[in-house]
């Protein structure tokens, strides 16, 4: 949570528009992190524009739309959430992107298929290193053995947006 909002604020501040995904945790930090610092921030859900999925994450909704950030999806009005929905809406999510920042990832997770559509689409992906003990930074280690770069402040990422502009 710290991570994410450590960077979630800093780009922002720094003019990068946050995107992720609305979702429980992390997803929601980045946006909130985004929004602490009065920055950009672009939320892609896997349902219907009408159907804010997951439903705590609805006043978070409200209000990156009434700090005039955006909600996106590929999906028509009433469209359920369906498991099917979040690898399609992690396409989307590393097509808007310069470049990917994972946080933390299990072993096996959504946010591997992000960075493998992030790879396909020729993006940069980053990962912060996390507790070898912890199952959730198993996935992110991973990437970084994979050929992620690995990140730990801010001005390793502005540095290669500054590039990418």
Avoid: C, W
Avoid at 14 to 33: E, N, R
Wanted: net charge positive; no cysteine; glycine share 10%.
């Amino acid at each position: 949570m710290k991570a994410t909002e450590y960077f979630s604020y800093n780009l922002a501040k720094a003019g990068v528009t946050v995107v992720s995904g609305l979702a429980k945790g992390i997803d929601g930090f980045a946006h909130m992190g985004a929004l602490a610092a009065k920055g950009k921030t672009i939320a892609v859900i896997g349902s219907g524009l009408d159907i804010i999925y997951p439903k705590e994450n609805i006043e978070l909704a409200r209000e990156i739309i009434r700090r005039e950030g955006l909600i996106i999806s590929e999906y028509p009005l009433g469209t359920r959430p369906n498991q099917s929905h979040f690898p399609e809406r992690n396409r989307i999510i590393s097509g808007l992107s310069k470049a990917v920042l994972v946080v933390e990832a299990k072993e096996k997770s959504g946010t591997s298929i992000t960075v493998d559509f992030a790879l396909e689409q020729g993006k940069e992906v980053f990962a912060i290193p996390g507790n070898i003990n912890s199952p959730n930074s198993k996935g992110t280690n991973q990437m970084i053995k994979e050929g992620a770069k690995i990140v730990t402040n801010i001005n390793e990422i502005l540095h290669l947006y500054d590039i990418l502009r």
